[in-house]
């Protein structure tokens, strides 16, 4: 196989070495590191700005402005037409070829695509807006709408850096644009200009980010050498994307809260928009935990695709042990405090909210798995069965919706998504398993699970003796050395986990070296072992 040349002096691409020397670990660790950066400063700006605007707002208004918002990101994810899925797929196929100059001519074309796409699509919502909405939401309404077009192009940016797998390179744009977000909503809510001056502050932060990330692709982008798109790539290229468009279809009834459309025509208040969709955000945001590895490890499974395919069967059993004992405290501790957490950061009027977060959390416990598997099969082509097993998943989550959420409203819709959700997971991972003989740590996994148990019940304890903020406090400590407690006692951190921790935050500052070394020598089971 034909080594992938470097450029001299361009630091980005610099992170593709190891395509040509075969470093996983390395390349994971330090994709880990940068992924997670990224993942800690949205879900705080996330969380943050959400409290703050659903306070701020209420439940009625807040309503209305999630019901338009799930309208736009429909409209983003079909007008991708798969488009960013088929641009990180090939292109690290062929970074890891060693042939970079195709890859250059793949975001090329696939950037001018989604370019007219985004053009397309953003203008009929525009007109959309004007001829249909509520003439008193028309200021908010069509700057959500106008953000559709920088939204759907930054993606394809993001997906070349992931491709060369170098995410320390999407940081920079990604935190201008919450910056700038968070700035808007300060402002507005300060000045009160109420919904349109936060969507104002949400489109702003869009155009930024890529205005950003496009110049910053573009520069390394340059140093590569430019070749023809072959005619065969290209019919590859086409097919994978009409796969990917039917996905995105289906990604927006089990994955992107269709469930929001079936509480609008059966449940009784608007209310339950903002319910469900205060649940799920929560919810979205734990699980950008587990992503955070889970993303990393997605760029390796990829661009290994081209270079070893054996390696594939390792690097999957890992993934899921770390995915899922990332995701279980996280998503477990989350459903039993949600009380004390809705309680604490959204007040009185949102108290219908917890119910539903309980369940949601809970049921969402299997998606912190999802990335490795799905990746997995998109990068060889398994488009045929994901289309198939997603309309049953699909279905099954529409029936569950029709049943409760006429009598239940939100809990209804969490209950029906979550299955939906908790289904494809499963059927994705059995197919992987199946397909490339991956042997998953069962074992393992049922120690995991076990440990969640004790942590849950020591979490649960504490929101029997206290109440509000100090429930949530002692739990999410208590529930941590518990946790942590667990993993020692079963020998779940072994000695070649903690070497992969400390290489993670390796690049990071002296102190934070310290920390790290001392908590994962704590959990660390005593045997000693070699990291390959």
Request: a positive charge; aromatic letters at 10%.
């Amino acid at each position: 196989m034909p080594t992938l040349k470097v450029e001299p002096g361009n630091p980005h691409f610099a992170a593709s070495a190891t395509l040509a020397t075969g470093g996983n670990t390395e390349t994971i660790a330090r994709n880990t590191l940068w992924f997670g950066f990224d993942v800690a400063a949205s879900l705080l700006t996330a969380v943050v700005t959400s409290i703050v605007i659903a306070r701020a707002i209420g439940p009625q208004r807040l309503g209305y402005f999630n019901y338009l918002g799930w309208l736009a990101n429909i409209s983003a994810s079909i007008g991708c037409l798969g488009v960013p899925a088929t641009t990180r797929k090939y292109m690290a196929e062929y970074f890891g070829r060693g042939e970079p100059g195709i890859s250059r001519a793949i975001f090329e074309s696939s950037l001018r695509l989604q370019f007219a796409t985004a053009g397309v699509i953003t203008s009929v919502g525009l007109i959309l807006v004007l001829a249909v909405s509520d003439r008193g939401y028309w200021g908010s309404s069509l700057f959500q709408v106008a953000s559709l077009l920088p939204a759907m192009l930054t993606w394809i940016p993001a997906q070349a850096n992931m491709a060369a797998e170098n995410m320390r390179a999407n940081i920079p744009s990604s935190l201008a644009s919450s910056l700038i977000y968070v700035s808007c909503v300060a402002l507005s809510l300060t000045f009160g200009w109420g919904l349109p001056g936060i969507a104002i502050g949400f489109f702003l932060g869009r155009s930024i980010e890529v205005i950003l990330r496009l110049h910053s692709v573009r520069n390394w982008m340059s140093t590569l050498p430019s070749s023809p798109l072959p005619e065969s790539l290209r019919g590859r290229m086409w097919n994978f994307s009409g796969f990917s468009t039917v996905l995105m279809l289906l990604q927006v009834i089990v994955w992107d809260r269709s469930d929001i459309l079936l509480l609008k025509m059966f449940s009784a208040s608007i209310k339950e928009i903002t319910f469900y969709s205060v649940a799920i955000n929560l919810t979205e945001k734990v699980l950008l935990i587990p992503q955070a590895f889970g993303g990393a490890i997605g760029a390796s499974i990829m661009a290994q695709f081209g270079r070893d395919r054996e390696a594939l069967r390792l690097l999957m059993a890992r993934a899921a042990r770390y995915m899922f004992l990332c995701g279980l405290p996280a998503l477990a501790g989350l459903a039993l405090l949600s009380g004390p957490l809705v309680q604490t950061l959204y007040g009185r009027q949102y108290l219908p909210v917890i119910p539903v977060l309980f369940w949601a959390a809970a049921l969402a416990i299997p998606k912190t798995m999802l990335l490795p598997a799905l990746q997995l099969l998109q990068a060889t082509e398994q488009q045929r069965f994901l289309i198939i097993w997603g309309c049953f998943c699909g279905a099954v989550n529409i029936v569950i919706d029709l049943l409760l959420i006429p009598s239940h409203g939100a809990l209804g819709a969490a209950i029906g998504n979550g299955v939906g959700q908790a289904l494809g997971v499963m059927g994705m991972w059995a197919r992987a398993a199946t397909l490339f003989q991956i042997e998953l740590p069962w074992r393992d996994f049922a120690r995991i699970a076990v440990s969640g148990c004790g942590m849950a019940l020591v979490v649960f304890g504490s929101t029997l003796i206290f109440n509000g903020w100090r429930a949530l406090a002692v739990g999410v400590v208590a529930g941590c050395l518990v946790f942590a407690l667990m993993l020692r006692l079963f020998r779940l951190f072994t000695q070649q986990d903690r070497l992969r921790v400390l290489r993670v935050t390796a690049g990071s500052a002296r102190p934070v070296q310290i920390f790290m070394e001392r908590i994962v020598m704590a959990m660390s089971a005593p045997a000693e072992g070699k990291c390959d």
